[in-house]
């Protein structure tokens, strides 16, 4: 397993930008599958986006492409989100996590999520 640790998150005016990066420890990490989703007050925890180990293979939920870019270094065991053209709806906690397969469904490991404010 891996431990993960999201940073990057805060407030941002309407179609700004923010990075958020995920660091993980442990042993392989270059064989998981990482990948990002959110929760907003009220609401489920939503798929934002997925990157394979390797890093040439990603996916983005629909209200997502275009706008948000996934990304890894393998070298720094880190994973990254940029977030651009950020509106008010993207308000919500980020979670970071780690799985060996590829997909939507809810991951085998977490981190503790980092909080994105988006002021209209």
């Known amino acids: 397993q891996v431990q993960l640790v999201e940073s990057g998150g805060g407030s941002a005016q309407a179609w700004g930008s923010l990075r958020l990066s995920c660091a993980a420890s442990?042993?392989?990490?270059?064989?998981?599958?990482m990948g990002w989703f959110r929760q907003a007050p009220g609401k489920g925890r939503e798929f934002v986006a997925a990157?394979?180990?390797?890093?040439?293979?990603?996916d983005y939920a629909d209200s997502m492409k275009g706008r948000f870019t996934i990304s890894r270094d393998n070298t720094k065991n880190t994973v990254y989100l940029q977030m651009n053209s950020l509106i008010p709806e993207d308000t919500a906690g980020y979670y970071c996590?780690?799985?060996?397969?590829?997909?939507?469904?809810?991951?085998?490991?977490w981190g503790q999520g980092t909080q994105v404010t988006v002021a209209s």
């Open positions: 996590a780690a799985d060996p397969v590829m997909g939507r469904h809810y991951y085998d490991c």
């Open positions: 990157i394979n180990g390797k890093g040439d293979s990603t």
């Open positions: 442990g042993r392989h990490f270059s064989s998981y599958v």
